[in-house]
């Protein structure tokens, strides 16, 4: 069974930084890309951002690309989101997702619960 | 960026009823390699993540029920939930994932009349 636990979220004060983790089981790690999306209070989805099976492509969404990283380590099935010079507007809950499949361009099949950022002085 | 818009934002529909939504891609999301529309659609339910129903515009997820069903081509898309059962009650997206950034609909909200 596939599961994806996020951990890392929390209150932070604004120009502050974070880093979201996601933990992956219960498939081969390498084989798929991986996301991640955010939700503001009661808002919809944000596609955030992506990163090939092997690490080496990675693009942005316009409105953290400069701040944030993504990043994986498959040797830890691990998937990473570092967040740098946090503004209130990133204040949501970040759910990290895998793509059916090796490209980018992949509907999302498993989904995280999610982790609470919240950015605020 | 494609923009995703969907219609109506929320709408209210009678159990056993049959609910339909509309999504629009502001440019074709049809890869001619593969003759396949890359769009999904997914449910969210209150306090919970999305889930995946529908992917290339009309290929039920393993294990979704037979009621929803996918539809449409080129820009315009539609969901539709044949008999609306109480477990439907959530909100529902549209996603292009043919090219990034990888967008999103705004959402329906479908509920019980």
């Known amino acids: 069974q596939v599961q994806l636990v996020e951990s890392g979220g929390g209150v932070v004060q604004p120009g502050r930084s974070l880093r979201l983790s996601c933990a992956v089981s219960?498939?081969?790690?390498?084989?798929?890309?991986m996301h991640w999306v955010r939700q503001a209070p009661g808002k919809g989805l944000e596609w955030v951002a992506v990163?090939?099976?092997?690490?080496?492509?990675?693009y942005y969404a316009d409105s953290v690309k400069g701040r944030f990283t993504i990043s994986r380590d498959n040797s830890k099935n691990t998937l990473s989101l570092q967040m740098n010079s946090l503004r209130t507007e990133d204040t949501a809950v970040y759910y990290c997702?895998?793509?059916?499949?090796?490209?980018?361009?992949?509907?999302?099949?498993?989904w995280g619960q999610g982790t609470l950022v919240t950015v605020s002085s | 960026d494609i923009v995703m818009t969907q219609s109506p934002d929320s709408l209210a529909v009678s159990l056993g009823e049959r609910a339909t939504i509309n999504c629009k891609s502001s440019?074709?999301?049809?890869?001619?390699?593969?003759?396949?529309?890359?769009l999904a659609w997914y449910q969210q339910k209150p306090g919970q993540p999305p889930k995946l129903l529908i992917y290339?515009?009309?290929t039920r997820e393993s294990g979704v029920p037979d009621r929803f069903s996918g539809s449409g081509s080129g820009t315009d898309f539609t969901l539709a939930i044949s008999s609306l059962q109480a477990e439907d009650v959530a909100v529902y997206y549209c996603?292009?994932?043919?090219?990034?950034?990888?967008?999103f609909g705004g959402g329906t909200k479908v509920e019980i009349k």
């Open positions: 997702a895998k793509g059916d499949g090796g490209s980018y361009y992949e509907p999302f099949d498993n």
């Open positions: 219960g498939l081969t790690f390498s084989n798929y890309g």
């Open positions: 990163i090939s099976y092997d690490g080496d492509n990675k």
């Open positions: 440019q074709s999301v049809f890869y001619n390699s593969n003759n396949n529309h890359y």
């Open positions: 290339r515009a009309s």
């Open positions: 996603q292009q994932y043919y090219s990034a950034p990888l967008t």
